[in-house]
């Protein structure tokens, strides 16, 4: 079946690569379309676990950069990058903003990247719910986490109440497209939104 060879060759090769997720292919494929990092950015990547996004995002913003993580499970073992911090914490808690400013060292980043989505539980309402919350709360982090003119870059499953939020998130920015990633496993309903020039929280 070709959705199994695809799912089997990529993470044969990030096996062999030596990465941490296939998804890491993901974010070089969104940098390859669109350049979104760069050297000395401060990069906060919402749901980081296992760190495939973590480590492709460290070596693209340099030494001279900063890559803050959060996710509910602990990136293990740890990134041996110096540039690179892991936060274990829930995107919908009301501190993980102040968190996460904290470990970007109180500056709101330059660059916001969330690959989060919800553990599936096979009923459709509930997973629908689940997502439409983890995308508020996404969206509220924005404001304090994100500097005006800023990029984004998420992961949208999609749906109408995402279509909904999809819409809000684009007035937010400037410039917005929504891409559907070669990597990306066929079949699966994920988009990512890929956003520039962040007008900024209280636009
Ligand atoms: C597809 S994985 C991310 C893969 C990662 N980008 C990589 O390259 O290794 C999605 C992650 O979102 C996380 N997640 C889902 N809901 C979350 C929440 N409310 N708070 C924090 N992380 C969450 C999950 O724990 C999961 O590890």
């Known amino acids: 079946m070709p959705r ?10 990030a096996k062999k690569e030596g ?15 669109f350049s979104l990092l760069s050297k000395g950015d401060r990069v906060a990547d919402l749901g980081c676990w296992p760190g495939g996004w973590l ?16 996710d509910l499970a602990e990136v293990d073992p740890p990134i041996a990058a110096p540039n690179v911090t892991a936060l274990v914490g829930d995107l919908e808690d009301a501190e993980t903003g102040a968190r996460l400013l904290e470990a970007l060292g109180g500056e709101p980043a330059d660059v916001v990247l969330s690959d989060a989505a919800p553990k599936l539980t096979g ?11 983890l995308l508020e709360a996404i969206e509220a982090l924005l404001p304090r986490l994100l500097q005006p003119g800023g990029s984004f870059a998420i992961k ?3 749906g109408p109440e995402a279509q909904q939020i999809d819409r809000r998130l684009r007035t937010a920015f400037a ?4 891409v559907k990633l070669a990597s990306t496993r066929k079949g699966s309903t994920e988009r990512y939104l890929v956003a520039r020039d962040y007008r900024g929280g209280e636009g």
């Not at 199994?4 to 090769?13: A, G, M, S």
């Not at 990465?19 to 379309?33: G, N, T, V």
């Not at 410039?175 to 929504?178: F, G, I, M, R, Y």
Request: charged share 40%.
């Open 4 to 13: 199994y060879e695809r799912k089997d060759h990529l993470h044969q090769r």
């Open 19 to 33: 990465l941490r997720s296939r998804a890491a292919y993901k974010l070089e494929e969104i940098q390859k379309q």
């Open 55 to 70: 480590e492709v995002a460290s070596r693209l913003v340099g030494p001279g950069g900063r890559v803050v993580g959060i």
């Open 123 to 133: 009923v459709r309402e509930r997973d629908r719910a689940n997502e439409e919350r």
């Open 156 to 158: 949208i499953l999609e």
């Open 175 to 178: 410039k917005a497209k929504t």
